[in-house]
């Protein structure tokens, strides 16, 4: 039970810390933010009918996106307001949906009650992540660098974006196993922050965001076995640790 | 090499572009002059087709278009060596040092973080960036003057230079006359409409300047920007 939580946390916060490197760029982070809440009513729905919660987030992630998308078009509102007010509505429909003392699972995350079946689908899916955000990491660098560039280099921006997109939604969607619908921005963000402390270049950057990634839910998982805490906020914690002795020996 | 006829561009309701006609030739050097907000950027990237417009544009088929842009804020997200960069488009460290090379910089740079280079040395990384892929037409958003290194080429000499040693043709942004005086076989003075085109000695007279400068001020007192 350990290993196979081990294995499917260090796996999927891999996947989390690699794609979270190509989020992190300005004009990308606001996305990562809301989609765990948004993950919310979903895991709200397969806790209270017993079925995968990550299977039941990634609809409402996915729903969730093309809400934003279309608000952002419609209503040219700064990214900020739409995260808050997609924030709070995910709260609210989680809660409607579930009794509060029975929603620290779907706030927090439980990666110590992880089956085989389940720890074997999640660990091919964040290898899928994996590879999937290596093939396209080039030219979503470039068109969060420059649409424009990326244009002129006969980047089809939108197939790439959509493909970046579904790979987010897929992780966000995994991660709220390991740290829960409140957490999993965290999860993708704090890895490659500390990345982009130590890093000269693009591989250490992608490299450093996914070994951190690896290491806080291990670390997170084993501690929270010794001192009986969730392993959800461990592992965040221990992330935040890694990111604190970062900036200090920032390059 | 490029022709355009009756171009107009509107973005979210507002007229960029209005009734714009000229013709490009190989190997001309045109530079585009106006204050600022009358349009030169939106041209330039309704030619490299980012805009939608009305009117015509006709690339010739053999056209490999180069694009230098005025800024890349965003790029500082990502810890990046300048050979990285290159790899982003597909160009080996080989291909990247020697456009790195062609444009006066030094072979060490390829291994220097973008963020540590001065913005001097960055615009000639987007040069170099630019001319990779072996273009013949450069388009060029405004190049900055005035940050060059003492002793070694400007910007504008290394632009004709490349211009003679491959024939590019050029298209340049700029509000910065003497570039236009100094530098191109043609100019076109924009904003939002043409007001003059031609050779610069021939059409750019204080009349025309102070209507293309002067609209400027009434511009900026209408809006705030």
Redesign the interface.
Known sequence: MLLLSLIVGASIGCAAGYIGTLM????MSLVAGPLGHLALPGIALALLYGFDISAGSFPFIILGMVFIWLFELRTKLPPEALTAIVFASGMSIAFLLLPIEQAEAALIGDITRVGFLDATFSVLLSLFVIALTKMIY??I??I??????A???RIDVRRYSLIYLLNIAIIVALGVKVVGGLLTAALVAIPAATS?NL???????SILGCLFGFLSPIIGILLSQSTNLPAGPLTILVSTSFFVLSSIFKR | MLKVEKLSVVLDGEEIIKDLSFEVKEGDIITILGPNGAGKTVLL?TL???FPYQGKIQWNPKAR???V?QR?P??K?????VE?FF???GISRRDAARLLNSVGLKTGISRK?IGELSSGQFQRVLVAWALAKDPNVLLFDEPTTGIDIKGEETIYSLLARINKEKNLTMLLVTHDLSVVYKFSNYVICLNKCPLCKGRPREVLNPKVLEKLYGEEVKFYTHHKH
């Open positions: 992190l760029s300005r004009r080039k030219k660098a470039l969060s660098i420059s649409e424009d560039l244009r002129c280099e982009r890093s000269k270049s693009l591989v250490e950057y | 990237k490299l087709g980012i278009i180069g694009y842009p890349l965003f790029i997200d990502f810890p990046m060596s990285e790899e982003l488009k973080c």
